[in-house]
């Protein structure tokens, strides 16, 4: 059974920062995997999506990585901003289910 | 550019009440799917569809019942709304199931009294 694991489960960074994000799953058999912003009380916002094929994905001030193999990913904001402030998830999909992590809720300071 | 509605961002219900939670996508995607979020428990899934009059459950149907008579609608159905039901609900749309991005609505809090 897919297990998504993401560490740390807070951070609180000062305005600036470079940071990095960590996803871990316990099987490796996914067809994508993809990163999630959810703002308080509003739904999720993609960010990024990496196919199983790809080793990384870049959007602005964003790069997510992908190593299969050692069933991580990583998500690297560059940068970070206030209006970055938010959680973070991310989500392996195999078959026909997508699996969450219970995400980083990111604070950035100004 | 996607979008994803749901029918209320706030409902407020009794125990027992019949419940129904209305999502529609305007992008013509196949798969459309239901989550429920929970502190603690992050999003789990409660059922989805990958065409019209098509359901698969996902890992918590139970108390649940879906509908999707036109592709671009998906409703679930709380068929006697319990405390326990209590939650976040989250829709979500996908062109196709394995390898494409998901895109969410906005959420229903739904609170059972």
């Known amino acids: 059974k897919q297990e998504v694991t993401q560490i740390p489960a807070a951070l609180s960074v000062p305005e600036g920062e470079n940071l990095v994000l960590n996803c871990s799953f316990t099987d490796s058999a996914i067809y994508n995997l993809q990163w999630f912003r959810q703002d308080p009380g509003k739904g999720l916002t993609s960010l990024l999506l990496?196919?199983?094929?790809?080793r990384e994905q870049t959007s602005g001030r964003l790069n997510a990585s992908l190593d299969k193999s050692s069933g991580r990913s990583t998500l690297y904001i560059a940068a970070s901003q206030p209006g970055d402030s938010a959680t973070y998830l991310c989500?392996?999909?195999?078959?026909?289910?997508?699996?969450f992590g219970a995400g980083t809720r990111l604070f950035v300071k100004a | 550019d996607v979008k994803v509605t749901q029918s209320s961002r706030y409902l407020v219900k009794r125990t027992g009440e019949k419940v129904f939670l209305e999502c529609v996508q305007d992008?013509?995607?196949?798969?459309m799917f239901w989550y429920r979020q929970d502190p603690g428990l992050g999003l789990r899934l409660i059922y989805f569809?990958?065409?019209?009059?098509?359901?698969e459950k996902g890992d918590i149907p139970e108390g649940y019942s879906v509908s999707r008579e036109k592709k671009e609608r998906f409703s679930l159905i709380l068929e006697s709304a319990s405390t326990n039901q209590t939650s976040m609900y989250l829709c979500a749309s996908s062109l196709r199931t394995a390898d494409t991005t998901q895109y969410f609505g906005p959420g229903t809090r739904l609170l059972v009294l």
């Open positions: 989500a392996v999909t195999g078959g026909f289910k997508t699996i």
């Open positions: 990496i196919q199983s094929s790809q």
């Open positions: 992008m013509d995607h196949e798969n």
């Open positions: 569809s990958y065409d019209v009059k098509m359901k």
